[in-house]
């Protein structure tokens, strides 16, 4: 697998933050609510939870929902599908709580706000307008697209 190889070479402490919405759910076009219905990309879940099983990696979800509502179902829908990831792990954002801002920034200031530990930080989203955005004030951080979990 790509990414399993792409971790091997990096030495040292690493946290994944993982997109759910076209990464380890399927993406709905038109369809934010009614979360416990999203189809699981278990291809890319069984990927991630092989990856979980090293020491060194820790793994977490950064999501954005459209409504307050969205957090719940989320949190449901990943307490079903991805359980190998611990609830505190799980950073999920509300628009409706944060004035609208659109995904890319909301996450990108989540990140700037990220307390460093030495660990690398890397970032998997099937969004380029999120990695372009994360990318402008966390350089120190390795964004990947979704793909590095296709073979």
Request: hydrophobic share 40%; aromatic share 10%.
């Amino acid at each position: 697998m790509y990414l399993e190889k792409y971790l091997e070479k990096i030495e040292g402490n690493i946290k994944i933050f993982i997109d759910m919405d076209g990464v380890i759910a399927d993406y709905d076009f038109g369809k934010a609510y009614d979360y416990h219905k999203k189809r699981p990309l278990f291809d890319n879940i069984k990927k991630l939870e092989k990856i979980s099983n090293n020491d060194n990696i820790e793994l977490f979800i950064l999501s954005v929902t459209k409504q307050n509502i969205g957090y719940n179902q989320k949190m449901k829908w990943l307490d079903k599908y991805i359980p190998f990831i611990k609830k505190e792990n799980r950073f999920i954002i509300s628009r409706e709580a944060n004035n609208q801002i659109v995904s890319p920034i909301l996450k990108s200031k989540f990140l700037k706000k990220l307390k460093r530990d030495g660990s690398t930080i890397i970032v998997i989203d099937d969004d380029p307008r999120v990695l372009k955005e994360i990318h402008k004030g966390n350089e120190d951080i390795i964004l990947l697209k979704d793909t590095v979990l296709i073979d």
